[in-house]
């Protein structure tokens, strides 16, 4: 198996512009999670999906971040309007059972 | 308030130390797990733990879960093991992280 795949790795955009991540978790897996990282606050808990179903988007920062599960191989993370503040890496992690959690390389955004 | 608190925050050690990290939180779990983050930016998942002890090749962790304790232990530091290692906590739908400990292993 590839791993967690997670595309662009890296992002860089201007204020104000939708940016979307994504994300194909391992095969099998039914528990998909997104994560942000930044130097201030470490590493966050967005969102975590159990069989495509969001179970905790407590961690989700505002309306303007938006996270799809649309089938068991396919995550996106929306970000609309994207601001500064936002710039982060940005890390999909899939499990079995929300047991051990294989991490995707991450997304570097970036924004202006 | 923080559920996971890790220390140190920072350490330094010479190549061949033995070397403890410390992990202790304050809610109830279901697991434990040992992340480390080398400094190209990867998560790598070491260890995931309920009771009792892991051991892979020179990693060690433990925990205790009446102390809400574990300990992530290298034995025999090596350079290439210089990366910011990670607790997390589960509660079943909950997930806690410290903020990690920053190590440096000097040659």
């Known amino acids: 198996d590839a791993g967690v795949i997670q595309s662009p790795r890296h992002e860089v955009t201007e204020m104000g512009q939708e940016v979307t991540l994504r994300c194909k978790p391992i095969s099998g897996h039914d528990y998909l999670f997104w994560y942000r990282q930044t130097m201030m606050r470490g590493l966050e808990l967005l969102i975590y999906?159990?069989?495509?179903?969001?179970?905790?988007d407590s961690g989700m920062p505002e309306d303007r971040f938006s996270a799809k599960m649309p089938n068991a191989s396919f995550s996106t993370l929306k970000i609309q309007p994207s601001e500064p503040r936002d710039s982060a890496v940005y890390f999909c992690a899939s499990s079995f059972s929300a047991w051990e959690q294989f991490f995707g390389p991450g997304t570097r955004l970036t924004v202006l | 308030k923080n559920e996971v608190e890790q220390s140190p925050q920072n350490l330094t050690a010479q190549e061949g130390e033995f070397i403890t990290i410390n992990c202790s939180y304050s809610v109830g779990i279901s697991a434990l797990h040992w992340l480390q983050q080398h400094p190209g930016g990867g998560i790598v998942s070491l260890f995931m733990l309920s009771s009792g002890k892991k051991k892979h090749g020179r990693l060690i962790a433990t925990i205790n879960i009446q102390e809400k304790h574990s300990s992530l232990h290298i034995t025999a530091s090596h350079p290439r093991d210089s990366a910011v290692y990670i607790c997390a906590v589960t509660t079943g739908n909950q997930f806690y992280f410290g903020t990690g400990t920053s190590l440096t292993v000097i040659p």
């Open positions: 999906f159990n069989n495509n179903v969001p179970i905790d």
